[in-house]
């Protein structure tokens, strides 16, 4: 027992370091596979988890009903977890006004926010309910270099930055040279210094759900061995809004910049997607082998990408304790990304406790399990190859 202590409250202070500093954290059942390097196409020992990666899996557990614990996930891209959290009230609010502050917050540098939802049941016939958002500013380099110097918009401020070289853009400087030659800003100054700044910086919105996704599986025994087969149907609804930055021409003293919605670049959007998934274990093996085709039924989105992507993996239980998971992701380079290898394993410390980590190609993930509450921690998480929306 005190063994057992020890052991959770080092993984605590562990946890609580590692989230310091991670950009991506998961709640619930999606973080399984994501402490485990996004690997586990192959695992057939637990429904609520692995059926949300492989359709297939349900059946190979033997689960008939099982509730899959919601499951909450933020991944960025630019900005940290902590930056995001500070201004969760201005994301996909879809205000002109909250779109200007995100700017502002986050216009140092491009960034991307997803996050995601997922709950309902898994078993041969599973029903759930499925939603991801995405957030993905992109400032130009002037524009960057304009918030980096603390985003000065009267004369004097200007004039400061261009003496202190907070701002050194050749096109800036010469632009906040040429209005400031009586160190005052007029209508017309404010629209050249603010078209110098801006360039093409834009704020994408995305959001996607499912209500409901249908989960059928089913197991079918083989000369050779088992084999399940099972498709995860999701009739999607999605909307897509662009902002772009704009002078506001009202005021002559200093520059005033808004977002924009820009409405011809805004999509409401439905259709029937369907993801595919295989798992076959050979007779008297330890491991076994799994395969999933997303979007094999493309819904074909507007304003969103969603093409036929594979992804192969195994898996092996070699006793009660230890699983060790290995996956292939996008071996037809989908969305013109490479294959990804990735890695994982878990640990079972007792019933209750369960450690994690991984690789996913790009990074290392870690996370734990306690009393059937997943969580998992990175610096860059894997996309989640069952999500629609990438980052």
């Not at 506001?248 to 998934?277: K, M, P, R, Y």
């Amino acid at each position: 027992m005190k063994v057992s202590i020890v052991v959770l409250s080092a993984l605590v202070i562990a946890m609580t370091a590692i989230a310091a500093g991670a950009s991506d954290i998961d709640f619930g059942s999606y973080a399984r596979s994501t402490a485990m390097g996004g690997a586990g196409l192959a695992l057939i020992d637990d429904a609520s988890t692995s059926s949300i990666v492989n359709p297939a899996a349900a059946a190979a557990v033997g689960t008939k009903f099982q509730f899959i614990f919601p499951s909450m996930d933020v991944h960025t891209r630019g900005a940290t977890f902590n930056d995001v959290t500070d201004r969760t009230s201005e994301l996909f609010s879809g205000d002109d006004d909250d779109a200007w502050k995100l700017l502002q917050d986050f216009g140092e540098q491009q960034t991307t926010i997803n996050v995601g939802f997922v709950t309902g049941f898994a078993g041969a016939f599973g029903v759930t309910t499925e939603g991801e958002a995405q957030a993905l500013i992109t400032p130009s380099s002037t524009f960057s270099e304009w918030c980096r110097a603390g985003l000065p918009t009267t004369a004097a401020e200007l004039q400061a930055a261009v003496t202190n070289n907070t701002i050194t853009n050749a096109a800036m400087v010469n632009a906040i040279n040429t209005a400031l030659t009586d160190s005052t800003i007029n209508g017309t100054d404010a629209a050249d210094i603010a078209n110098a700044f801006m360039g093409d910086t834009k704020i994408v919105g995305r959001f996607v759900y499912s209500l409901p996704a249908i989960n059928l599986s089913k197991g079918f025994n083989t000369q050779g061995g088992k084999l399940w087969l099972g498709t995860r149907m999701r009739w999607l609804n999605s909307e897509t809004h662009t902002w772009y930055v704009d002078q506001n021409d009202s005021t002559t003293d200093e520059i005033d910049i808004e977002a924009t919605e820009d409405t011809t670049q805004n999509f409401e959007d439905s259709g029937l997607g369907a993801d595919v998934g295989f798992i076959y274990q050979p007779k008297g093996a330890l491991l076994q082998y799994g395969m999933v085709i997303n979007n094999f039924l493309d819904a074909k989105l507007k304003g969103i990408d969603t093409p036929r992507m594979l992804s192969a993996g195994i898996a092996t239980q070699p006793n009660d304790r230890w699983k060790f998971a290995a996956d292939l992701v996008n071996i037809n380079h989908a969305y013109d990304e490479d294959t990804k290898l990735r890695v994982g394993a878990e640990l079972s410390v007792n019933k209750s406790l369960a450690l994690r980590a991984g690789y996913s190609g790009d990074s290392f993930t870690y996370g734990v399990g306690i009393f059937g509450l997943n969580v998992a921690f990175s610096n860059d998480a894997p996309n989640m190859i069952s999500r629609v929306l990438r980052f």
